[in-house]
């Protein structure tokens, strides 16, 4: 709780498949992003009371699936280069840039 604030100060984060009665209202569904998006997608919900977010830091470890379905476990963004790997199924190479594009939406 902030000085002078009636009610204590928290944030919680929503996953893909968690129920918020404002994700409902607003029609969003979080969702993995996908090498078909041409655009950005909703993958985290944040319950914000008395704290607004203004910088995100996608460190990491996250997980990252080829269009082969091959699973890459570990991914890490904070180790200051891209993400890459190799999808022997496929043969192909798979790469996560480190320059994560991302914007907060107030719904």
Same mark, same amino acid.
């Given at each position: ?9 928290? &944030? ?24 078909? +998006?041409?655009?950005? &997608?909703? &993958?985290?919900?944040?319950? @914000? ?23 890459? +476990?570990? &991914?890490?963004? +904070?180790?200051?280069?891209?993400? @890459? ?23």
């Amino acid at each position: 709780k902030f000085p002078g604030d009636k009610r204590q100060s928290y &944030v919680k984060f929503l996953a893909p498949g968690e129920k918020h009665k404002e994700l409902e209202k607003h029609k969003v569904k979080l969702r993995a992003q996908t090498a078909d +998006d041409g655009d950005l &997608v909703p &993958v985290l919900a944040m319950e @914000c009371r008395g704290l607004e977010p203004i910088k995100w830091h996608p460190t990491g470890p996250y997980e990252a699936e080829s269009e082969s379905g091959v699973v890459f +476990d570990g &991914v890490r963004l +904070d180790e200051g280069d891209d993400w @890459c790997d190799y999808d022997e199924k496929a043969e192909a190479s798979m790469t996560v840039g480190r320059e994560v594009r991302y914007e907060f939406r107030r719904l």
